[in-house]
């Protein structure tokens, strides 16, 4: 059992991603009740004060980056907890093993709680589009620690096989735009990670409880269970 905390800005959004897996589950998932907001005054029903309503906020992406869904954290005279835009509750929404969530957190911190995910996961991409990819490790992990599969590794022998370029790695800015991004090779010149220039990228690290946006290609990424 474990929890971490992760703060947001007061403006814009972050890739964030729960660090722990729901306590009944063997699959690395967890659900937006396993995700607490703090950074604010609770809401107080005898003075009628404090609280927050609706301003930390999820969005699920989909592959051309547009929003999915969304849900709110309140704690407020009505209601406590995450609820969707007609107001259902929300609770219970699942978030699959390495999902990256786009979060719009207004300054105040999200609490990820739960056990210790002890196995690899395995997080398969489309041919096209991207994915919102989460460390959900409280580790940080290298990008030199992510296994690319999926395809036939490049055979010097035969000169076949292999992929350059094809998945990569896009961090993002608070307002969505990219900030950075890095390509993995494995072919004639090149096994690893590497950035738009040719530099070696494998020491990049996407922070525990942090995502990325990727464009995979149809590939499988692996992302290592931390050494407990």
Do not use: C, H
């Not at 814009?12 to 009740?33: I, P, R």
């Not at 592959?63 to 995450?82: H, V």
């Not at 036939?152 to 370029?165: L, Q």
């Not at 990670?193 to 692996?222: C, P």
């Amino acid at each position: 059992m474990g929890y971490a905390q992760k703060d947001t800005a007061s403006s814009g959004f972050a890739m964030l991603s729960a660090q722990f897996e729901a306590v009944s589950a063997n699959d690395g998932s967890a659900t937006l009740a396993d995700l607490t907001i703090g950074g604010y005054e609770p809401y107080d029903p005898v003075e009628d004060e404090g609280g927050t309503s609706g301003s930390f906020r999820i969005q699920f992406l989909t592959s051309s980056g547009t929003m999915e869904a969304q849900y709110f954290w309140y704690d407020d005279d009505e209601k406590t907890g995450w609820f969707d835009k007609d107001g259902n509750a929300a609770d219970d929404v699942v978030l699959a093993a390495a999902k990256g969530l786009w979060v719009r957190g207004a300054g105040l911190s999200m609490t990820s709680a739960g056990a210790v995910n002890e196995d690899d996961i395995v997080v398969p991409t489309a041919s096209s589009g991207f994915k919102a990819i989460g460390n959900t490790f409280p580790v940080d992990v290298k990008l030199s620690q992510l296994a690319i599969t999926g395809y036939d590794p490049y055979d010097p022998v035969e000169d076949e096989g292999g992929t350059s370029g094809s998945f990569r790695v896009q961090f993002l800015t608070s307002s969505g735009t990219m900030q950075a991004q890095y390509f993995w090779y494995d072919d004639d010149e090149k096994t690893g990670w590497f950035d738009k220039d040719g530099n070696a990228a494998g020491n990049v690290t996407i922070a525990a409880g942090t995502g990325v946006w990727v464009r995979g290609g149809g590939l499988s990424v692996r992302i290592p269970a931390p050494e407990l």
